[in-house]
T-cell receptor
Framework: DSGVTQTPKHLITATGQRVTLRCSPR?????VYWYQQSLDQGLQFLIQ???????AKGNILERFSAQQFPDLHSELNLSSLELGDSALYFC???????????????FGPGTRLLVL | GENVGLHLPTLSVQEGDNSIINCAYS??????FIWYKQESGKGPQFIID?????DKRQGQRVTVLLNKTVKHLSLQIAATQPGDSAVYFC?????????????FGQGTILTVHP
């Protein structure tokens, strides 16, 4: 158990819908990262938040957004869902900003999203 | 598994053998490398990491080797056990960046036969 929690574990929805994925980082970690794992793209970085502020963006679609709340939990919002958005979505957390040096990221169990 | 569509490299070994999993990375400026293990239905699990100022680091039953000249990373698992069966990913983080974005390799499927 990494200490990172994610809910829900599974999510089934229809095209065009909107869903929210939730992540709670390890106690004491200030950074939260979101990754997407799909069959054809592997593990892809989406976005990072540090202490409530967006820190870095990867290949995140405009239909997707995220935020980190004062209690440090994070939510990833996916809207206008398409079949191709079906994937595993992982949250990870680390102690600091991820800048330089050693910043181990610990991953949660993921949310499996299926868009029908 | 989640990465079948990528036609991942596979490695099959017998229990008790040593395993070597290889990874080529792309960014010569990367300064930090990590190996993760992902079991079916679970998130990636940290195994071992290494900074670019080192060429070898050892953990419990695992060793990571870094060759910056050819941009190659390897993970050695000693006395491989059935519980080591999983997909193994290398990941790199670029230097001089102010964020923690990790770039993952495609993964290698390790199967350990009893």
């Amino acid at each position: 158990d990494s200490g990172v929690t994610q809910t829900p574990k599974h999510l089934i929805t229809a095209t065009g819908q909107r869903v929210t994925l939730r992540c709670s980082p390890r106690s004491g970690d200030l950074s939260v990262y979101w990754y997407q794992q799909s069959l054809d793209q592997g593990l892809q970085f989406l976005i990072q938040y540090y202490n409530g502020e967006e820190r870095a963006k990867g290949n995140i679609l405009e239909r997707f957004s995220a935020q980190q709340f004062p209690d440090l939990h994070s939510e990833l919002n996916l809207s206008s869902l398409e079949l191709g958005d079906s994937a595993l979505y992982f949250c990870a957390s680390s102690v600091g900003k991820g800048a330089g040096g050693k910043e181990t990221q610990y991953f949660g169990p993921g949310t499996r999203l299926l868009v029908l | 598994g989640e990465n079948v569509g990528l036609h991942l490299p596979t490695l099959s070994v017998q229990e008790g053998d040593n395993s070597i999993i290889n990874c080529a990375y792309s960014n010569s400026a990367s300064d930090y490398f990590i190996w993760y293990k992902q079991e079916s239905g679970k998130g990636p699990q940290f195994i071992i990491d290494i900074r670019s100022n080192m060429d070898k680091r050892q953990g419990q039953r695992v060793t990571v080797l870094l060759n910056k000249t050819v941009k190659h990373l390897s993970l050695q698992i000693a006395a491989t056990q059935p519980g080591d069966s999983a997909v193994y990913f290398c990941a790199e983080k670029g230097s001089g960046t102010s964020y923690g974005k990790l770039t993952f390799g495609q993964g290698t499927i390790l199967t350990v036969h009893p």
